[in-house]
């Protein structure tokens, strides 16, 4: 980031970019993953946490990207993600099966 600096509009605008995406299931967890890396990265814990089980709901299959992503970093060892990325695994391991 070049700046370190927390943007506030920002949680308007993954909002309204989720919101936009809701008729495209795939695409609303995308936006929502990356809101999730946003709020990480700032350390915004409630809001990432939020994204994430939001993405978890949705088709988000990338445990990858849940266990190594350096902006989870700050939540991986919440009761929450737990539960969120269990979601993800139970769903991956039923499409790679």
Not at 18 to 29: I, W
Not at 61 to 74: G, Q, V, Y
Not at 86 to 95: D, I, L, M, T
């Amino acid at each position: 980031m070049t700046e370190d600096r927390f943007w506030p509009g920002a949680v308007a605008m993954f909002e309204e970019l989720a919101e936009r995406a809701r008729a495209a299931p795939q695409h609303r967890a995308f936006m929502l993953a990356l809101a999730a890396e946003y709020f990480g990265a700032f350390d915004r814990r409630d809001e990432a946490l939020r994204a994430i089980e939001q993405a978890a709901e949705l088709p988000l299959i990338d445990l990858s990207w849940l266990d190594r992503c350096p902006s989870l970093a700050c939540v991986r060892d919440d009761p929450r993600f737990v539960k969120a990325r269990a979601k993800v695994a139970a769903r991956a391991a039923a499409v790679w099966a």
